[in-house]
């Protein structure tokens, strides 16, 4: 079995280019900013899921690897608020990103809390 198999990774990974594509519509000024962390934190949710599946034989470190995942997920959705503000994206893009988010979130605790059936 393979970590592209995992709904959280499906999702995340769906959720990432999502928020690339939405990105490129950002000022030029936000390139090294906003629009930078936004693309990494959400990017790196995928990855973190990545590395831990690969090491869930050794439960603590699976589960440090989604708790890192689920972090990356928590700071995307503070950029989202960030973008909010800034005026380069509506309320309702963000809430419809941020509902995503909340899913992706509730798969990673599923294995967080249920890691005997990811070995």
């Keep these: 079995m393979s970590f592209k198999t995992l709904l959280a990774y499906q999702k995340g990974f769906d959720l990432a280019m999502e928020i ?8 030029n000024s936000e390139v090294f900013a ?10 790196s949710v995928c990855s973190n899921i990545a590395e831990g599946y690969r090491k ?3 439960e603590k470190h699976f589960k440090s690897k989604l708790s890192d995942a689920d972090s990356e997920n928590s700071e995307t959705q503070l950029w989202l608020d960030f973008a909010l503000a800034c005026e380069y994206i509506s309320e ?4 419809e ?4 988010s909340e899913e992706v979130g509730k798969l990673l605790n599923y294995m967080i809390n249920n890691p005997d059936k990811f070995k």
Excluded: A, M
Excluded at 20 to 27: A, E, I, R, V
Excluded at 92 to 95: G, L, Q
Excluded at 97 to 100: A, E, G, P, S
């Design 20 to 27: 690339f594509y939405l990105t490129k519509d950002f000022p």
């Design 34 to 43: 906003l629009t930078s962390q936004i693309i990494r934190s959400s990017r």
């Design 56 to 58: 869930r034989l050794y």
């Design 92 to 95: 309702e893009k963000r809430i």
């Design 97 to 100: 990103l941020l509902n995503k």
